[in-house]
């Protein structure tokens, strides 16, 4: 059980001193990426980096990262989701250069869109969202276990809760089935719940080597950004055309600034020393700093098993052999 004094969290303020500290940011370059980057810079860190696909998008943003601090802190490093080799490229060339991580968070996501294949032949919603993102946190894991009270963050979503009642997980074939632009999204969202508190349970189970009181296990918490105005709303415009864009002019002017607001439950989870004070591990955290039960679903300890061997399955047959064991 987490208790919580409050559910209020100002990056501007909130945010202790970052000095000395290094964080990885997957889809730093817009939206509530671009935010978790500006207010981590904010509060002094030694280095981010931020991954991200497209290296005009990176350049902008760089360039307004300087109302926020010293941006010659922020190395962009490409990183496209949609292909495992290069992800696994860059995932290896991090592990081998950082002697530490303070904190990952695993922002990079699509949106509700029209099913699409990646060049690994995957569906990639599940790829973008869940594969990639969950090999680059276990080929990372290393350097963030050696780093004393290291974060791992995953943005899920309030939407895993609307996930496909007959998701099993059992297969790439399943993966690869035209579900619907929703219903895409919504599963990706429920698999990372699940690989959070089974990443969890593996490492207080010593998989990924010793864990002891300051060493070996990172505080790794999924998190939910609430209702807010991204790029992700033009997929939906995509995915349904006119009633997408309908719904989308309906919807958006109820819905938060990813910057200011977006932004806080991951920033909470990756930097506030409430998480080591309160021990908030493996946990569901909503806006702005609540710590609330995910969804039946995402409890299920078959689901999250048949996840973690999907996953093994995936990583092991597109990339290879794997610097960690499952």
């Excluded at 070996?216 to 033009?234: I, M, Y």
């Amino acid at each position: 059980m987490f208790i919580l004094s409050d559910n209020k969290f100002d990056p501007n303020k909130d945010i202790p001193d970052l000095s000395g500290k290094v964080y990885v940011v997957t889809g730093g370059s817009a939206g509530i990426g671009f935010g978790i980057v500006a207010h981590i810079l904010q509060h002094n860190p030694a280095k981010i980096y931020l991954l991200s696909n497209k290296e005009h998008h990176a350049d902008e943003a760089h360039t307004e990262l300087k109302k926020w601090g010293d941006n010659t802190k922020v190395e962009w490093r490409k990183c496209n989701l949609e292909s495992l080799k290069q992800t696994d490229k860059v995932a290896k060339a991090l592990a081998k250069e950082l002697d530490r991580l303070d904190g990952l968070v695993c922002n990079a996501g699509l949106g509700v869109g029209v099913y699409n294949e990646s060049e690994d032949g995957l569906d990639t919603h599940m790829q973008v969202n869940h594969f990639a993102q969950a090999h680059l946190a276990l080929t990372l894991l290393p350097v963030l276990q050696k780093t004393t009270d290291s974060r791992l963050v995953f943005q899920s979503s309030d939407l895993h809760r609307a996930a496909p009642s007959s998701v099993a997980f059992e297969s790439i074939a399943e993966m690869n089935k035209a579900i619907g632009p929703t219903l895409l999204y919504n599963r990706t969202k429920l698999a990372q719940v699940l690989f959070v508190r089974e990443l969890v349970k593996r490492i207080q189970a010593d998989q990924f080597g010793t864990v002891t009181a300051d060493k070996g296990q990172p505080w790794v918490n999924a998190t939910h950004p609430g209702g807010v105005s991204t790029d992700q709303q033009e997929q939906a415009v995509e995915a349904y055309g006119t009633l997408g864009k309908l719904g989308v002019a309906a919807v958006r002017p109820l819905m938060k600034d990813p910057v200011d607001e977006g932004c806080r439950p991951a920033l909470f989870a990756a930097t506030s020393e409430d998480i080591v004070k309160e021990k908030i591990q493996g946990a569901y955290i909503v806006p702005n700093r609540k710590v609330t039960d995910p969804s039946k679903q995402a409890k299920d300890e078959k689901l999250a098993l048949n996840l973690w061997k999907l996953t093994k399955e995936v990583l092991e047959t597109k990339i290879g052999n794997l610097d960690y064991a499952m």
